[in-house]
């Protein structure tokens, strides 16, 4: 039995970038041997085992042979005569495949080593194909890697659009596409992932409301980008910085979502688009099953950026009435968020990426003032149920109305 640390944290060893697990290939070995060695065995597609003490995943070096379409139609061969050079060559790309010995060497057949120092991300084999969340995952490395220089190989790429062009894509199920792109979403530059997808015709399959966002006009004096595509990169670009929360970054790359339905004869302006995209936004969530607590904040950004772009323009009673619509008052956190990313809205433009936007700090502070409405004192002049419900908002309404006296 010999034992080899493998795959991510070998390539960001060698990187000397941050990593949390540690995956291992056992070879010469079989189930019995790992049992008996106390490991134990959770892997159901193929034999994988917890280390008793680490609880790092060891698995049985395998070979995999393709039998059907999608990602999941592989038959798997894990015995002790599986070699580690034949182990490594069913991965991705070469900067996973290479392994470190218990004596610390590198066992490198594929010039993963190489591609690391060159900075390129290259598919191992053809068998790459077989496999498509193999596109996520490069679109995630792009992710994690691009600021470093990385970049995907040619060859590798042109690969992945004929895979597209296969309709391998289409076998991916949405549970997976998520997992990938959330991932992604925590990564340094996840506007790379999505522009990775782009590049070889898979976000066209997986997300179509965002895909269809390059070409569509906006008015060149709120957005001299023009183009809604580079926008939405621009705004992803800015909501890193000003956030890791991978739920801000997902409200910001989706917000403009109903911009893609504009009919052309209305271009560039997009009436109503907040509404329209807000619609879009559940609809995504719902096919590509994301968690609530992403679709409930993307929507609302979707539905209600503009408000945050006007607030100084707003009417106190429509700035009270939007933050009950946000349900501000219970849901705190998630307005922060929702504040966030639509500052990276206003952000995401050429000559606006410095500027200062006094539009948050003013919801930020309608909302104190608005929460701090004396509700026994209401009480106990009498005031109950509908009554007690419409002079809290007129309490609310008079507070906002100091507050813009204050701040014009």
Not at 120 to 140: G, Q, T
Not at 192 to 221: H, M, N, S, Y
């Amino acid at each position: 039995m010999k034992i080899y640390l493998v795959g991510g944290a070998v390539r960001d060893e060698i990187l000397d970038y941050p990593f949390t697990e540690e995956d291992w290939v056992v070879v010469g070995a079989t189930v019995d041997d790992m049992i008996s060695a106390g490991y134990q065995q959770v892997g159901k597609d193929f034999p994988v085992f917890l280390h008793p003490n680490t609880k790092d995943e060891h698995a049985l070096a395998r070979t995999e042979r393709k039998t059907a379409a999608g990602y999941k139609g592989f038959e798997v061969h894990a015995s002790p005569d599986v070699t580690l050079e034949e182990d490594l060559i069913r991965r991705d790309l070469t900067i996973n495949a290479i392994a470190k010995d218990s004596n610390g060497e590198y066992i490198d057949p594929f010039n993963g080593i190489e591609d690391i120092k060159n900075k390129i991300l290259r598919h191992v084999s053809d068998a790459f194909s077989e496999d498509p969340v193999r596109i996520l995952r490069i679109a995630r490395f792009m992710a994690r890697y691009a600021h470093l220089g990385f970049s995907v190989a040619d060859d590798t790429m042109q690969l992945m659009k004929n895979m597209v062009s296969a309709g391998e894509v289409d076998a991916l199920v949405p549970e997976r596409v998520w997992q990938e792109m959330e991932k992604a979403l925590s990564e340094k530059t996840p506007e790379k992932f999505v522009e990775t997808l782009r590049e070889c015709g898979a976000l066209k399959r997986i997300i179509p409301e965002l895909d269809c966002l390059w070409g569509v006009p906006q008015p060149e004096e709120h957005h001299p980008e023009i183009d809604t595509g580079i926008h939405t990169m621009m705004v992803l670009e800015q909501a890193c910085k000003l956030s890791t929360d991978p739920q801000v970054r997902f409200a910001a790359l989706v917000h403009d979502l109903g911009k893609g339905t504009t009919p052309k004869k209305d271009w560039p302006r997009h009436i109503e688009h907040e509404s329209r995209g807000a619609d879009i936004v559940k609809d995504v969530c719902k096919r590509m099953r994301i968690p609530n607590e992403y679709r409930d904040l993307a929507e609302r950004t979707a539905r209600f950026h503009l408000h945050y772009h006007r607030a100084l323009e707003l009417k106190p009673a429509t700035v009270v009435k939007t933050l009950e619509q946000l349900d501000a008052f219970r849901k705190v956190e998630r307005f922060e968020k929702f504040l966030l990313a639509s500052e990276a809205d206003a952000r995401g433009r050429p000559g606006y990426e410095d500027k200062n936007f006094p539009q948050g700090d003013y919801f930020r502070q309608a909302l104190n003032v608005s929460a701090n409405i004396d509700v026994g004192a209401l009480r106990s002049l009498g005031f109950e149920n509908m009554a007690l419900a419409n002079k809290i908002k007129e309490k609310r309404i008079e507070a906002v109305s100091l507050l813009k006296g204050k701040s014009l």
